[in-house]
T-cell receptor, first 113, second 113 residues
Framework: DVKVTQSSRYLVKRTGEKVFLECVQD?????MFWYRQDPGLGLRLIYF???????EKGDIPEGYSVSREKKERFSLILESASTNQTSMYLC????????????FGSGTRLTVV | GENVEQHPSTLSVQEGDSAVIKCTYS??????FPWYKQELGKRPQLIID?????GEKKDQRIAVTLNKTAKHFSLHITETQPEDSAVYFCAASIPPGTYKYIFGTGTRLKVLA
């Protein structure tokens, strides 16, 4: 089975801090994604990457950036954390192909105080 | 842009009854529709999917139907069991391609014993 590992299950950060959320997958997948999950809003795409050093904005990229220096690792960066970024963050990976579902990580619940 | 509406937001059924969750998508070019189940505190997991060239797909007690003309797709769970209690998300691929998805807002299904 594909394993997608998010480094932290819970994080508490202060407003204005720079925050790094890490995601690693072990199946050589090309595509990786960052979503945030909020009650009543479902899952919303922040950024995705289809190859090393390649990235595209999703629906809600404001306040976030990403880094993909190695194929297996996709990092989400909050440049200056704000309270409205308190959320559950889910990473997913996928191998390209017609109709291939995602494999999600366990999520990081980030609280910004 | 692409939009997916999901109803109902909450659903309670008696054990053994059937449950139906409905989704509507906006972009007629979407061609892949996965469903994810997220148990409390766990990652979303793919449970079934359907491609646009198929009208129905079954896997034991779950089935998905697709009406391309109406841009509707539905998840059907028969003979519900307590372990079916979870949040269910539908998704539609964002054209072109099938690797980016837009998710519905989720349905919390509660199966009452």
């Amino acid at each position: 089975d594909v394993k997608v590992t998010q480094s932290s299950r819970y994080l508490v950060k202060r407003t204005g801090e720079k925050v790094f959320l890490e995601c690693v997958q072990d199946m050589d997948h090309e595509n990786m994604f960052w979503y945030r999950q909020d009650p009543g809003l479902g899952l919303r795409l922040i950024y995705f990457s289809y190859d090393v050093k390649m990235k595209e904005k999703g629906d809600i990229p404001e306040g976030y950036s990403v880094s993909r220096e190695k194929k297996e690792r996709f990092s989400l960066i909050l440049e200056s954390a704000s309270t409205n970024q308190t959320s559950m963050y889910l990473c997913a990976s996928q191998t390209p192909g017609p109709g291939i579902g995602y494999t999600f990580g366990s999520g990081t619940r980030l609280t910004v105080v | 842009g692409e939009n997916v509406e999901q109803h109902p937001s909450t659903l309670s059924v008696q054990e053994g009854d059937s449950a139906v969750i409905k989704c509507t998508y906006s972009d007629s070019a979407s061609n892949y529709f996965p469903w994810y189940k997220q148990e409390l505190g766990k990652r979303p997991q793919l449970i079934i999917d359907i491609r646009s060239n198929v009208g129905e797909k079954k896997d034991q007690r779950i089935a998905v139907t697709l009406n391309k003309t109406a841009k509707h797709f539905s998840l059907h769970i028969t003979e519900t069991q307590p372990e079916d209690s979870a949040v269910y998300f539908c998704a539609a691929s964002i054209p072109p391609g099938t690797y980016k998805y837009i998710f519905g807002t989720g349905t919390r299904l509660k199966v009452l014993a």
